[in-house]
């Protein structure tokens, strides 16, 4: 095993974990920002009113992607299995 192929797997892992975080993550993201508008627009300072409102909208974005993200899953770690063989050459 030589360096390239640890900076390959490092590489690829990163990747996959960027790709299954982000829907979350911008989703969080988003929800927060337009709860924050809204609690600017309205003078609500409760640090608590995005909290359900954020719960339910990540409920929503895993519910949507949540077969893509355990089939990248799948994928990513059969090509790790795969590469088993080639770790001791």
């Keep these: 095993m030589d360096i390239a ?3 390959d797997i490092a590489r690829h892992a990163i990747w996959v974990s960027i790709l299954l975080g982000a829907p ?3 989703t969080a993201l988003a929800v927060g920002l337009f709860i924050g508008i ?3 627009a309205t003078s609500i300072n409760e640090m608590t009113l995005s909290f359900i409102p954020k719960l339910l909208a ?3 974005a ?3 992607f949540g077969g ?3 089939s990248t899953l799948v994928d990513f770690s ?3 299995f795969e ?3 080639l770790l001791f050459r």
């Design 68 to 70: 893509w993200q355990l």
């Design 38 to 40: 809204i609690q600017a």
């Design 62 to 64: 895993l519910v949507i």
């Design 58 to 60: 990540m409920a929503l």
């Design 5 to 7: 192929m640890v900076v």
């Design 78 to 80: 059969r090509v790790m």
């Design 83 to 85: 590469r088993i063989p």
């Design 24 to 26: 979350l993550l911008l």
